[in-house]
């Protein structure tokens, strides 16, 4: 220890700094020594620090942070390919159809809404006039219900007797026929009491390419079938006249679009000859419930950049992009999915006369009473409700 008065280091004549005074490193003994930068001897002392290693969680916060911000970039792909399909679809809708809908309330995600599904069938399959014929096959309407986290699938049989605005009683199916998807909302709506809120037109013809698009579907076919001979696969007269229809086995089917559109087509089953055309909407109720299943998936959702435009080329319809992604969220986040049908009698005349069960239906589709399926006896037009994992009797 240096005296009072003296100096911690020693002067000399050629400079005031020789030798050194040590510095106490944090360890308590000397520091690292640093050097000048112009290789003149030794410099200050100083302490440097460890340089730190990235531990693993500051990796996992960066690949996280990447992954945020790559999932963010394929959104955006995903919605500019999906709108400018939206706006194909939307000039494909006839001019003064959104003027028959009422609007909606407030967003889909959080509000109850009508989404009235018109299927048109009007491809050459040897079947004469069916390329003319604008008649809607496939009349379905669709409520989403958030609040319930319920999804509700409604059939109306096209050959229901109903009366058209402007044109008198008629099957419900005539209405597209007459004055397009603007008096076929018309028409469903002062049957069933609904408010109409959108409106979506399925060319059936076009909407295998939009189940090819999301690598097909997955259906559960009710009973083994074998069908009545249409669309013939075979190129030849001798092989069609041979060939004895299409079969479905009993069971969970993945199909492609063009097997799921066949699916949807089948009239007649020749193993139960009680199958009807109400069977035949029953087959599309479920094409369409796995489509939109399909639609919903995490899967699309990854294709959509590269397909989201051609996967609505199928479609004419009011819905914004904006509105389509509520409907996948409501439909991801639905608990449980009702299927129900209208119905009547069917007297031999080629209609089916409405009953009052169709006012318990819609109270079903509604919320206000619990689903039941159509009575015992009533036929196969019966109207009624099912889950979506049970079948009609």
Not at 136 to 146: A, E, N, Q, Y
Not at 223 to 229: A, D, L, P, Q, T
Not at 358 to 374: D, F, K, T, Y
């Amino acid at each position: 220890m240096a005296r009072a008065g003296e100096k911690p280091y020693r002067v000399y004549r050629g400079g005031r700094v020789k030798g050194k005074v040590p510095l106490t490193g944090r360890d308590g003994g000397e520091g690292r020594r640093s050097f000048r930068a112009d290789g003149g001897g030794p410099g200050r002392q100083v302490v440097r620090r460890p340089r730190r290693r990235w531990t693993w969680r500051r990796r996992l916060l960066v690949a996280l942070l990447i992954f945020i911000v790559l999932l963010v970039v394929w959104a955006v792909a995903g919605y500019l390919s999906v709108r400018s399909g939206d706006a194909a679809a939307k000039k494909r809708l006839p001019a003064g159809t959104t003027s028959a809908l009422k609007p909606q309330d407030g967003l889909m995600l959080s509000n109850a809404s009508n989404i009235l599904l018109l299927g048109t069938d009007h491809a050459e399959n040897g079947q004469a006039g069916r390329s003319s014929d604008r008649h809607s096959d496939s009349i379905m309407l669709l409520r989403t219900d958030p609040g319930h986290h319920r999804l509700t699938f409604l059939s109306i049989p096209r050959d229901l007797r109903a009366t058209i605005p402007g044109s008198g009683e008629s099957k419900i199916n005539a209405a597209m026929q007459i004055g397009g998807p603007k008096l076929a909302i018309e028409t469903v709506s002062q049957f069933t009491g609904l408010p109409i809120n959108h409106v979506v037109v399925v060319d059936f013809g076009s909407f295998e390419k939009l189940i090819d698009g999301v690598g097909g579907i997955d259906v559960d076919v009710p009973e083994n079938i074998v069908s009545n001979r249409f669309d013939c696969p075979y190129s030849t007269q001798t092989r069609c006249e041979q060939w004895q229809g299409w079969r479905f086995h009993e069971g969970v089917q993945h199909m492609d679009g063009h097997r799921a559109l066949i699916y949807s087509r089948i009239r007649e089953n020749r193993l139960n000859p009680a199958d009807t055309d109400i069977s035949r909407a029953e087959h599309q109720q479920q094409v369409m419930q796995a489509t939109l299943s399909k639609l919903a998936s995490v899967g699309t959702f990854f294709r959509l950049p590269f397909s989201g435009s051609d996967l609505l080329a199928p479609l004419s319809t009011d819905l914004s992009t904006g509105q389509f992604i509520q409907l996948a969220w409501v439909k991801f986040r639905a608990g449980s999915t009702l299927r129900c049908r209208l119905g009547g009698k069917d007297y031999g005349d080629g209609y089916i006369t409405p009953t009052e069960e169709n006012i318990a239906v819609i109270q079903m589709v509604l919320g206000r009473s619990a689903p039941q399926p159509p009575p015992p006896g009533s036929g196969p037009y019966g109207p009624g409700c099912v889950s979506g994992s049970q079948s009609f009797p």
